[in-house]
């Protein structure tokens, strides 16, 4: 079992910043690939970036790219999504998510979730 707990949302200006984290606890969570997700009122829940276990390959939605970026802490047992040049488009419920090794651009294919931290930007 993993245990994944989202910190680091919050209220930002267009154009500003913010530093999600992912803090996963259980089984080893060194072999699990980890996924960003979103989910805006009223819309689906849409994948934002993605993760390796190795760390060797990242995924990363065309609507962040560029702007974004993953990152993980195998020691740590957290995954990180900086991101930059926010958007009030960018606003919605950001969720981490785990499944073993491979990522997946896919919610259903992953095993374990978190709470969510809400992003807001205004314009």
């Known amino acids: 079992q993993v245990q994944l707990v989202e910190s680091g949302g919050g209220l930002v200006q267009a154009g500003g910043s913010l530093k999600l984290s992912c803090a996963a606890s259980?089984?080893?969570?060194?072999?699990?690939?980890m996924g960003w997700f979103r989910q805006a009122p009223g819309k689906e829940r849409e994948i934002v970036a993605a993760?390796?276990?190795?760390?060797?390959?990242?995924y990363y939605a065309d609507s962040v790219k560029g702007r974004f970026t993953i990152s993980r802490d195998i020691a740590k047992s957290t995954v990180y999504l900086q991101m930059n040049g926010l958007k009030p488009e960018d606003t919605a419920v950001y969720y981490c998510?785990?499944?073993?090794?491979?990522?997946?651009?896919?919610?259903?294919?992953?095993?374990?979730w978190g709470q969510g931290t809400q992003v807001t930007v205004s314009s």
């Open positions: 259980g089984r080893t969570f060194g072999n699990y690939a």
């Open positions: 993760i390796t276990w190795t760390s060797e390959i990242t």
């Open positions: 998510a785990a499944r073993p090794v491979a990522y997946s651009r896919s919610g259903s294919d992953y095993r374990y």
